[in-house]
Every structure is written in C-alpha cells, then in structure tokens.
C-alpha cells in the first residue's frame, strides 16, 4: 500500500459523497435491465448492445462482459485483483498482431444507483462493435488490446491494478472512453503535450474529415475529472481520455470541467450536457444518441488503420 493508493481511496470516498449530495432528493432510477439472453441475441448496433450494462449493479455488469465475450467465442483474459480498495475483474481482449499496442479502454462499473448508460454502458458496447469489425479483418502490424476494467469509479483502480501486473513495454498509446454516447463533438482530454501517438490520433480524425477545433478538441489535463488512462500516463505512456460532447455546450462545458470549485456550486441548478447525467438516476438509456456512438466506432476504427501505418 502506497500513499498514492491512500489517496485514491480518500477520493473515492469523496466523490461517492458528492454524489450522494447531488443525487438527494432525487427519484431512484427505474429503468430495467434488458434480459441477457434479448441483447446476446439482439442487434449488433453500439445503441443496441448499451442494453448489456445500463441499469444494472456492478456484479451483473461484470458478468454481463464475461457472458457476450463467451456467447461470441471470444478468447479473453480474466486479470482478478483484490485490494484494500475494492477488488473485481478486468477483462482483456487481443485483436491483430506487430510488436506495438495501442489500448482501448471502457470500465464496465458505474456509480451506485445509476442506471450507468452513458457513464459507462455506451462506451463497452463500441468497444464491443468495434471488437467485432477488427476480429473480421485484423490488423497485421499492430496488436490492439481492448481493456474493460473494474472499479473505474473507485479512482480507476482496475486501471492501476492492471499497470501494476502487466508488461508496458509495447504500448503505443492508450485511449480510455468516458461519456461517448451524447454530443457531436470528439474531445481528448489530459493531452498537455505533443506525442507521436497523439498526432496520430489527430491524423486519424482528420482522415474521417473532422476539422481541429471545429468537430474535434485536444484539450490539456482536467483539474478534477479522470478515467483510466490516468493509470497509464503515471506510468509515462502517452494516454488520453476520449468524451463526445455537444458542440453547442462547447463553452459551457470548458468553464464546468477548468474552474471545479466554480462549477461544484453551479451543478446544483445546472451542468452542461454530458455531465447533465453524470453520475445521476438520470443517466438512463433513453438519452443516448445512436450517432454518437457510431461516430466514436468509426474514429476508432480510424485511429486502428492510422497507428498501423505509424
């Protein structure tokens, strides 16, 4: 145990405190989980395969991933952690082969009591899609790792236990998905400096047409918001957070996530969309936008050919 961890945990605390302010008063959610079996045998849409995670408890969801891997036939590994902190399971997939990585990352947990749709539902199902249309044509000069993490919302612990046990050596760059499933706009976010695994993430965007500053932002390191890759970049590997938001919010939303203290009184009336649903009863599957999610797909897909020809 490190005081780094101590810390983490503290967070974690704090934030699930916070929540729970925010969240008084409020209805809990209704919405039900979509049977297993309706989604395994469902369409194969991002939209569609949403249904796998929202609205239920951590447990289910960490099954739920198992549960579509194995209907699908899909060779994963089980990486089982357990610490003072909490424990659960990361999932890892291998897709294509060369002698450099490029990971992809989407926690499968949420918050207590949320039914978890765009934080983090959305985000496994591209992941999922995205799986299916590599493993059709695999990259042969580039090894793609998706991870599904446990506990991202207990300050990204699957994360940190991951980096712990596994060998970095390789790794090109890591994207972690948070809140993809609303908005029109690409944002990578905790990109303070330029990397040759960030230009080729702007390269690949460019290549889909999207326009710096127009239909995609690079923004540097958030104050207080983070996700996964936050375990990576602490272990010196370019790593960046990937968010769809609305372009609309563009302004407002750069205020809420730059000035923390600021926004903390100001979310009590209003935050911005995505965070409209963030970490609430709100966050149901109802309030996700199919295009989003297949735009994320289609950027991903993107940066998978771009990095293959780095």
Known sequence: MSLRDV?????????????????????????????LSEVLGGPRTPLALSCLLTARDNAAREAAVASWLGARGVPFTRHRFATFEGRGDNYIVDVGSGDRT???????????????????????????????????APPSRLRVRLLFPACEELGYLGSRAYVRDAALDRIAGVLSLELCGMGDTLAIWDAGTETPFLRTVRGAFENVG???????????RIPVFGSDHRAFAAAG??????TVVPAAEADALRAFVFNPMKSAFRAVKRRPVPFATYHTTR??????????????VQALEAVVEEAARS
């Open 7 to 35: 810390g983490f945990f503290l967070r974690g605390r704090l934030n699930r405190a916070a929540n729970r302010v925010l969240n008084r008063g409020t209805r809990a959610h209704a919405e039900t989980p979509t049977p």
């Open 237 to 242: 590997i370019p790593a960046y957070g990937l």
């Open 102 to 136: 490029l990971v992809l990352v989407a926690h499968h947990d949420a918050v207590p009591a949320s039914p978890g749709a765009n934080d983090n539902a959305a985000s496994v199902a591209i992941l999922l899609t995205l799986l299916e249309r590599l493993a059709a």
């Open 283 to 296: 966050d149901a599957l109802a309030t996700l936008d199919g295009g989003a999610l297949d735009a994320v």
């Open 210 to 220: 999207r326009r710096a500053d127009e239909t995609y932002h690079v923004v540097g």
